[in-house]
């Protein structure tokens, strides 16, 4: 996201687009003479400490550096400790991203042997990968992805030495599709035991081999340790993955800080025949606070993007590439900063902290620091691209240390006269830095050595003060199939008044399949409501014969405050009791006006829907009957194809393969077309797709930047992105855009061209028409 100037001519003069990211008519003026703009050399890990600034009471350390480390993006720590880091060492070496391709890219294991806090060994586990992006830990071994697929490589360790067994495909569309900032990446390991993903709408899952199949799951591979599953989730973020103690989700879009999701994953997926979508909440306003001037972005030429007077002349003035979040879960810093949001900001050199909020459904943010962040640095190749709750209780950061972050795809001229005139396009993918914030008066705490203990001994850590060693007891636990420690984590959910301690361990049950009723009836009476919202959770998997008893309880809890109420509503057609559906009914009457109850109750009745709406009846609520009357008509798979024109069914096809592949339109749009909260408006019934076809195709030529207004949504898309158009990606035709529009106007229940078409004709005549257009356009300006 950065700018370009010629030497000689600017591109408006000379209308020859350079790079991809270019659009036709944008003049790509430096709003900041370049040579005012602070440079940026290569800095050593000693002076690139002095470019930090942090607020008082923190102090920042370096953990690694190269030669140590290159170009990290991603990582992982195993049971002892040490870090599998993804090295996406073929990135962007220039500013054509010349030999991406070649597989190169490494899996790191880096050890702090002597116990100093930083590492002094290096052990090159994998270095033959395309561009890695996603890295867990497995029984066996690890699961990791490059640009395309997902892999199992199993670890074999003798003497101290690591080195890899069995590798195999477990998944080959993984990430499929998209171009390299639109891929999915991640695999966070859920409270709820499932591996989540950014970018996408798959979760995994590995589990015994004798086990059965979770409903709606399907097995895609196995090997001699477990089987692996995969199943559908809500689709969110683009780059990272975070939860809380709660095991809720937060993800983000370049644009916007932490988003959150009230709920947990998949709890308005229970129903075959409904469909709505999880409601993310961003965590704060955009806003973000520099310490150096950030010319250095992909569209910094246009207005509004960048500060142009007062003291923050230059600066950036909101997120443009915001990365992997964090929850921080971790015991090192202050009580008050344990539990907020924290999002790193690459093209601005910096991390921003907002503490999170909630109420009734909404989750919001405040900034810890008003007009000023956690981290910042004056070192424009400081690039911290992901944040980790280290088992020391520190704050872990991912620097990149890398000129260039933004990829070829979208790079624009304007940003690669930025580069070249910094060097940014020097010496990159050869460094690499890992830093650890960590509270000034507090040590650091000591490393883990978990691989080796029992289930039994494991237990304890059920309870730690660190959620990282929380998470981990509970995996190892689970691959384990420790069964007979179940009567032990049950005496720890009793003894404890903590309810963080309680879900935990409930969660870890739950994997074990050892839920009982003897445990939950204590904590639906007297828990607080984030153990009984996590009670009622896990109740999925009591036996039979106490669904009567839970049933009751559901009954009572049905007047209880939202949090847990709606928990209740979203378990009627899990309980084998008509009690069941009655409590939701309750809950439904007493709620209905709060987010999500309706949805809630129509998900929660899962296959037993036509049982729940028979005891329901005519309800009052029009919107309620609305959606009770419509189930099972999914607007994703409505089409107007077969009415379009000959040519207009070819286009149709043409487009929607655009739309998924070389567009990427669904990167922002999702898949479905409905939207991504904080990235991209719905397609469905918008009249800036349905109205008229030269409006969509301005749009799609020269971009639009927002707010935008959605009439059929009676709703305003909020988002600092701005849709870069397509009229100067020389892999995208007049027909590949007559492609695009005649699809995203006809699919989803759209029905614009019936007996016609979006033809190339008049994608050129627009074109012609609007050569001259130098900016996105706005919703003023239709």
């Given amino acids: 996201m950065t700018s370009l100037v010629l030497s000689s001519h600017t591109l408006a003069e000379t209308n020859k687009p350079k790079l991809k990211g270019d659009r036709p008519g944008h003049v790509m003026k430096d709003v900041i003479p370049k040579s005012e703009v602070p ?42 400790g040490r870090m599998w880091v993804c090295e996406m060492t073929r990135f962007m070496p220039d500013v054509y991203g010349n030999g991406e391709n070649v597989p190169e890219g490494n899996i790191a294991v880096l050890e702090d042997t002597d116990g100093d806090g930083k590492v002094d060994k290096r052990t090159v586990f994998l270095d033959d990968i395309i561009l890695p992006r996603t890295i867990t830990l497995v029984k066996g071994g690890i699961l990791y992805a490059d640009s395309e697929q997902l892999y199992f490589a199993e670890v074999i360790e003798q003497n101290g030495q690591l080195k890899a067994g069995i590798r195999a495909v477990v998944d080959p569309t993984y990430a499929k599709g998209g171009n390299l900032e639109h891929k999915t990446n991640t695999m966070l390991y859920g409270m709820d035991n499932w591996y989540y993903n950014a970018k996408s709408d798959k979760k995994y899952q590995t589990l015994p081999l004798d086990s059965s199949i979770p409903q709606g799951a399907a097995e895609i591979y196995r090997n001699k340790y477990w089987k692996l599953v995969r199943a559908k989730t809500d689709y969110r973020g683009q780059w990272g993955l975070t939860m809380d103690d709660y095991g809720r989700l937060y993800s983000n879009g370049n644009s916007s800080p932490a988003r959150g999701e009230y709920l947990m994953p998949g709890s308005l997926l229970k129903n075959p025949k409904f469909w709505p979508k999880m409601q993310s909440h961003p965590i704060g306003n955009f806003f973000i606070y520099s310490s150096r001037m950030n010319t250095g972005v992909n569209r910094g030429y246009m207005d509004g993007l960048l500060e142009t007077e007062g003291p923050n002349r230059g600066k950036l003035k909101a997120f443009t590439a915001a990365s992997g ?19 790193p900001e690459p093209a601005g050199n910096l991390i921003s ?51 260039i972050i933004q990829h070829k795809e979208f790079l624009t001229t304007y940003l690669a006269e930025q580069i070249k005139s910094r060097d940014l396009d020097k010496h990159n993918n050869t460094m690499g830095r890992i830093y650890r914030l960590r509270w000034k008066d507090k040590p650091a705490g000591k490393q883990p050595k978990l691989a080796d203990l029992t289930a039994k001994q494991l237990v304890p850590y059920l309870a730690h003060s660190n959620g990282w060693w929380r998470d981990t007891a509970r995996r190892l636990i689970i691959e384990k199939d420790s069964k007979e420690v179940a009567n032990s984590i049950t005496k720890l959910i009793a003894d404890s008044k903590d309810p963080i301690v309680q879900i935990n361990a409930l969660w870890t049950l739950h994997g074990l399949d050892k839920v009982s009723w003897q445990i939950i009836e204590p904590l639906l ?21 106490d669904h009567d008893k839970f049933a009751d309880y559901l009954l009572k809890l049905a007047d209880a405050d939202y949090d847990v109420a709606i928990q209740v509503a979203l378990m009627s057609g899990a309980i084998e009791s008509p009690k069941a559906m009655q409590a939701a009914i309750n809950v439904l009457n007493k709620h209905i006006k709060a987010p999500a109850i309706r949805e809630a109750f129509i998900s929660g009745a899962g296959n037993k829907y036509p049982e729940l709406f028979a005891l329901l009846g005519e309800h009052s609520d029009a919107k309620l009957m609305y959606m009770i009357n419509n189930l099972g008509k999914k607007p994703a798979e409505a089409t107007n194809r077969e009415q379009l024109s000959e040519q207009g069914k070819s286009l149709y096809d043409l487009g929607k393969n655009l739309y998924m592949g070389r567009a990427a339109c669904f990167g922002c749009h999702g898949q479905d077309g409905d939207g991504i909260d904080g990235m991209g408006p719905t397609f469905w019934g918008s009249q800036w797709v349905i109205e008229a076809p030269e409006k969509l195709a301005k749009v799609l030529l020269h971009g639009l930047s927002g707010p935008i207004k959605v009439k059929k949504r009676a709703r305003v898309w909020q988002t600092n992105m701005v849709m870069p158009g397509l009229a100067n990606n020389p892999s995208i035709s007049d027909e590949d855009l007559a492609a695009i529009s005649t699809y995203i106007r006809n699919a989803w229940g759209n029905t614009a061209d019936s007996t016609s078409h979006v033809s190339p004709e008049l994608i050129k005549k627009v074109r012609a028409e609007t050569k001259d257009r130098q900016s996105p356009y706005t919703q003023e300006d239709f």
């Fill in 39 to 80: 440079p940026a050399p290569i800095l050593t890990v000693e002076q690139a400490l002095k470019s930090f600034q942090v607020q008082d009471g923190f102090t920042l350390e370096n953990v690694v550096s190269e030669p140590n480390i290159f170009s990290p993006v991603t990582m992982v720590f195993d049971a002892n």
């Fill in 325 to 343: 979040s964090l929850i921080y879960r971790g015991d090192n810093f202050p009580e008050q900063f344990y539990g907020m949001a924290l999002t």
């Fill in 353 to 403: 902290a907002r503490y999170i909020k909630e109420k009734n459904g909404k989750l919001s943010g405040k900034e810890i620091y008003p007009k000023s962040e956690i981290l910042t640095s004056t070192d424009e190749r400081f690039r911290p691209v992901n944040l980790y709750t280290a088992p020391d209780g520190t704050l872990y950061i991912i620097d990149m240390y890398h000129g």
């Fill in 525 to 545: 009476i007297k828990a607080k409501p984030k153990a009984q919202v996590a009670a009622i959770l896990v109740s999925e998997r009591l036996p039979k014969k």
